[in-house]
């Protein structure tokens, strides 16, 4: 008798949209990864769909759209029985996590974190109030709470960032059996590509790439703008920055002045193409968390980059950077005006980022622990969990809470 194909359901936060995110990016290469193992993929979302969002069956993945507070859910994961569900973010394990408890209890539950929220969030208001970001910061904010609670119930975390991995045993005492390093996962990049890539000649201007909905890729413009880009432009006047991101709204195309060298191009019709074509990436990110797919997407592209502590965090382990991290406003500038005019610095750079990509993020290294993990997982499974109390007990209390907020609202939506 064959043995019938493992299924995999991913409760998707949002479409996924590889164009226009990291995160949506990542989520293709999960699935990419799944279905190379013989997993039939089924993703699933609340969400509306999205001009932009990947063609799934292409990938041959099943698409479903489900809906928040619905019995209608139950149905749909009893009958798919499910071995494993991947959560898109801990938002969609605490709207779906206990009906996936309660109709599949024997499915192995994966959370995606994509970055800890909390620490983006925890930074960022930090920030706004003018001081320095610290540990302490974490446990103001319900979200952590929130986020916290969802890596207990779940069985295991898909972690990008070895400092949030740190972060979350040290800080949060989360066992650190609930927790899988995978980060962004990348091709090989062969000799033939390189040298395909446009030289340090045939390259002109700066870069800055990221979604606008993304709150510290707007802030990293606005630091461009009003800050970065005028002094950079007193030691090269006629250089031009090029801002390219999906969703621009009016208050991002407002900041367009061609006189001063700032263009605002909205979305990249082919992202790789246009930072290919860039001599250097800007990216002045002031908070966040997580690695930075516009980071890595510059050192495939061979493109040297110009960032912060926080945009380089966890990325490029003991290596050397692939162009320059600073903090401080006029060394950021000083280190782009001097990668910009300087080959040998510049090809330097270019040939740390191949080195980052080879020795930290190659698929080929990670995939195949990856699911011989989640394979032990699922045999090991009860004993997994009974070695996990503070989960159990969440989860306990999720379905004796959440669940029945969720049947009230089921229910008086129906009353409507």
Request: contains cysteine; aromatic residues 10%.
């Amino acid at each position: 008798m064959m043995n019938q194909r493992k299924k995999l359901l991913i409760i998707g936060f949002v479409w996924p949209e590889p164009n226009s995110s990291a995160a949506g990016g990542r989520m293709i290469q999960l699935i990419s990864l799944f279905k190379g193992k013989d997993y039939d993929v089924t993703f699933a979302s609340p969400a509306m769909d999205s001009v932009y969002m990947a063609d799934l069956a292409a990938l041959d993945v099943v698409k479903k759209s489900i809906e928040l507070n619905s019995s209608s859910f139950d149905v749909f994961i009893k009958d798919l029985n499910p071995s494993v569900v991947l959560f898109d973010r801990f938002m969609m394990e605490e709207q779906f996590g206990w009906r996936v408890a309660e109709n599949c209890p024997d499915a192995l539950r994966l959370l995606d974190t994509e970055d800890l929220h909390c620490l983006r969030l925890a930074r960022q208001k930090a920030f706004k109030e003018q001081r320095s970001f610290i540990v302490a910061d974490l446990f103001k904010e319900d979200v952590a709470k929130r986020e916290i609670a969802s890596i207990l119930r779940c069985d295991l975390s898909l972690m990008i960032s070895e400092f949030e991995m740190e972060l979350l045993q040290s800080v949060f005492k989360i066992n650190h059996k609930l927790l899988y390093y995978i980060p962004l996962l990348l091709d090989r990049i062969s000799v033939s590509s390189i040298q395909k890539l446009p030289n340090y000649e045939e390259r002109q201007n700066f870069i800055f790439i990221g979604n606008f909905l993304h709150e510290p890729n707007w802030n990293a413009v606005l630091y461009l703008k009003e800050t970065i880009w005028p002094l950079m432009r007193k030691q090269l006047p006629v250089a031009i920055l090029e801002i390219y991101g999906a969703y621009t709204s009016q208050k991002v195309l407002k900041l367009y002045q061609p006189k001063e060298g700032f263009y605002i191009r909205g979305r990249a019709v082919d992202a790789q193409e246009a930072v290919r074509n860039a001599r250097v990436v800007l990216a002045p990110l002031r908070f966040g968390a997580g690695i930075k797919g516009k980071l890595l997407e510059a050192m495939q592209c061979g493109t040297p980059s110009v960032t912060t502590t926080i945009g380089a965090e966890s990325m490029c382990g003991d290596l050397m950077w692939n162009g320059a991290i600073a903090d401080n406003v006029q060394v950021f500038v000083d280190n782009a005006v001097e990668l910009y005019r300087e080959k040998s610095l510049w090809l330097q750079a270019q040939e740390n980022g191949f080195q980052i990509i080879e020795k930290r993020y190659l698929k080929s290294v990670f995939e195949d622990g990856f699911i011989k993990h989640i394979s032990k997982l699922e045999v090991d499974l009860i004993e997994h969990r009974l070695c996990n109390f503070m989960g159990a007990m969440l989860q306990h209390h999720s379905l004796t809470s959440t669940k029945y907020m969720s049947r009230w609202i089921e229910e008086k939506n129906r009353v409507r």
